[in-house]
């Protein structure tokens, strides 16, 4: 059984385009995290969610917006869609260390 | 503000031989750290974490950590190093205090390591 799984994997879109990510988690646990790794592959926090209530918002435009319909998900959506938001975006939850999904890679042409 | 540093870009070892994948970090209050691997196009996963306790931490794969309080470093170490090791890796840090960053997770830049034949 998957633990944290997200969808779609891969994400090719135009710019200005609108899109969402899905993220879901079967662990039982409270807090879940969105990150964008970069070409380079640093890895950045962007929002933590814990029981459906935003707790981290770090700087992120406000074209990205989670939305967590209850514990166990955590959707990403980005409104229009800029080339520098290529990257790939990992979901991930925990209770105490953080268990990640297999990540979806966006690439914006 | 907590940070990771990870000096070493890439670190080569052959096959059979000890490996190490450097980390420092800082933090306000005691620290809790985690060292996570990454194959290619896949998530990370957790190996081992330090909370509290012994200084010496041992997780999956036959890796180990060593925590050093005076140094500020979380080194991870494993004996005899495998060619399906090679991955990337990368140590994480938090604050054991919520109000000292909450469930805030900073990662370092990754080391990738490469063993060889």
């Known amino acids: 059984d998957t633990a944290v799984s997200q969808t779609p994997k891969y994400l090719v879109t135009q710019m200005g385009n609108d899109k969402s990510i899905k993220c879901e988690q079967n662990?039982?646990?409270?807090?879940m995290y969105w990150y964008k790794q970069d070409s380079k592959k640093f890895l950045k926090i962007m929002f933590s969610y814990n029981n459906k209530e935003l707790i981290i918002n770090e700087t992120v435009p406000n074209r990205f917006s989670p939305k967590s319909p209850d514990k166990a998900h955590l959707n990403l959506h980005i409104n229009s869609l800029e080339l520098g938001d290529s990257a790939v975006y990992f979901c991930?939850?925990?209770?105490?260390?953080?268990?990640f999904g297999p990540g979806t890679r966006l690439t914006v042409t | 503000a907590q940070s990771v540093a990870q000096p070493e870009d890439q670190v080569n070892v052959a096959e059979g031989n000890p490996l190490t994948v450097k980390c420092t970090y800082s933090?306000?209050?005691?620290?809790?750290l985690f060292w996570y691997v990454q194959y290619p196009n896949r998530g990370l996963q957790f190996l081992l974490k330090y909370i509290t306790g012994d200084n010496l931490v041992k997780g999956s794969y036959g890796f180990e950590a060593e925590f050093n309080k005076s140094q500020t470093s979380f080194h991870l170490k494993k004996p005899s190093a495998l060619v399906s090791d090679s991955a990337l890796y990368f140590c994480?840090?938090?604050?054991?205090?919520?109000?000292?960053?909450?469930?805030?997770?900073?990662f370092g830049t990754g080391t990738q390591l490469k063993v060889e034949l």
């Open positions: 662990l039982g646990h409270d807090t």
């Open positions: 994480a840090v938090r604050a054991s205090s919520l109000t000292g960053g909450g469930n805030k997770l900073t």
């Open positions: 991930a939850s925990s209770r105490s260390e953080q268990y």
């Open positions: 933090v306000s209050g005691n620290p809790y």
